[in-house]
């Protein structure tokens, strides 16, 4: 068991889409193929499209090799490009909006009655991710790891260390993790003021640093327990804090009149602030999970509430049932639930007869949301491989439009 690594910040936020629909990219896939050498070898490709918004595109490839004392060393390698537009922030209006790209060059419009989005969003991103299992005895192992991850505007590195102990006649395993990541945030043309207005981009943009850092520690506790014969269940407590910069640099605000419509100023036909978030966040978690063998299949369901004094609060509920057919074949399909309370400092939009808020973010990732995942994974042998197709709807919705996305989500995995 391995304390999983989140970022928190925009660009990061589709893949916190991808992550909480898929599950893992390189997860298990069946039988992986063994080399001479002793290496494991699993390649995936994952292939993500949302309804008029963002589409990604992320080959991976995952490395395994067990040597003669048990321990195991795993390297990760990833890539994914993401293209298409991106929500901005902003409410929509019954006028055309006009804004100014991140970069403070050039500008770009939204219709009337249209989600504000840039639709010259592109990213991409390269990953390394490194893992080594070490047995201490018969009954102790640890689990270190490590990843670095960089694209044109954030660098993230992290380490961790998990201690586990097998107890009971080895029919209990206890768990304790520790994580540390580093972020570097370096968007385009610098980081703007929080609570200032945009301007237009003949104007000068009030501006601070060119780059901030934030800095995350995570600690996991976990029992892993078998029930009986055909009856495994987990749980996990989760505690993290990071401080730093957690502010979305691309994310803005409208400031409307108080009769909803555009307020015209610095040179654009609406008043736009950029957000501002608390420079800490302290989350906790609790996880349970289930699997069992049924008549010759395999079923499990999960569950995981969240809270943190952003107070965000959600619970999601996840669950797969693999039919083991005849001939080295299976169908697994999967449902997942998940729902979210906003923030104390969402707000849609602001009205220009209040007081600015010290913190408010109108991005609807931290507002109130309801998710669902539809879909099944078929695995198959193939000359000797293992290989995996997964199919998945992705619908989530929110108070307002612009939390409402459809995506469609293609996974194939190949063992070689």
């Known amino acids: 068991m391995k304390i999983k690594q989140k970022k928190m910040t925009k660009p990061k936020s589709i893949r916190q889409v991808l992550t909480a629909a898929t599950g893992c990219l390189l997860g298990a896939s069946g039988a992986q193929a063994e080399t001479e ?57 019954d006028q055309v909006q006009t804004f100014t790209r991140p970069s403070g060059k050039g500008s770009y419009e939204t219709a009337s009655g249209e989600v504000p989005l840039d639709d010259t969003f592109r990213d991409s991103r ?23 991850s960089a694209e044109h505007d954030f660098t993230s590195m ?107 100023a610095n040179g654009l036909n609406g008043t736009y602030i950029y957000e501002n ?51 080295n074949w299976y169908i697994e399909p999967h449902v997942r639930y998940y729902q979210q309370q906003a923030a104390e400092f969402y707000r849609y939009s602001l009205s220009n007869a209040e007081a600015i808020p010290e913190f408010v973010s109108a991005d609807y990732r931290l507002g109130d949301l309801t998710a669902t995942t539809f879909g099944a994974k078929v695995g198959f042998m193939l000359n000797g491989h293992a290989n995996s197709v997964r199919l998945e709807l992705y619908q989530q919705s929110g108070d307002e439009s612009p939390s409402d996305v459809d995506a469609v989500i293609f996974q194939y995995n190949y063992s070689f």
Do not use: C
């Open 277 to 327: 978030r608390p420079d800490s966040r302290t989350k906790h978690s609790l996880y349970a999970k289930v699997k069992r063998f049924i008549g010759g299949d395999v079923g499990d369901i999960s569950y995981r509430y969240m809270w943190d004094d952003w107070d965000v609060a959600s619970h999601t509920i996840d669950t797969h049932y693999r039919f083991n057919m005849d001939n």
């Open 158 to 264: 992290s380490g961790s260390a998990t201690y586990l102990h097998d107890m009971n006649q080895r029919n209990t395993t206890l768990s304790a993790g520790f994580s540390f990541e580093y972020d570097s945030i370096t968007p385009e043309g610098g980081l703007p003021v929080a609570l200032t207005e945009m301007q237009a981009s003949t104007q000068t943009q009030v501006r601070g640093e060119d780059s901030d850092t934030r800095t995350m520690t995570e600690l996991l506790f976990g029992v892993t327990q078998i029930i009986d014969r055909h009856t495994l269940a987990q749980f996990n407590y989760g505690f993290s804090t990071s401080s730093g910069y957690h502010t979305d640099p691309y994310k803005i605000v409208s400031v409307l009149n108080s009769d909803g419509t555009l307020n015209a």
């Open 37 to 93: 050498s002793g290496w494991k070898t699993d390649a995936a490709l994952l292939i993500y499209n949302e309804t008029d918004r963002v589409s990604a595109f992320e080959p991976a490839i995952s490395l395994k090799k067990t040597y003669d004392d048990e321990s195991i060393l795993g390297i990760k390698l990833v890539y994914d490009a993401l293209t298409g537009a991106s929500h901005n922030g902003a409410a929509e209006s």
């Open 126 to 148: 390269a990953s390394l991710s490194l893992s080594y299992e070490q047995p201490l005895d018969r009954m102790n192992k640890i689990i270190y790891g490590g990843n670095v």
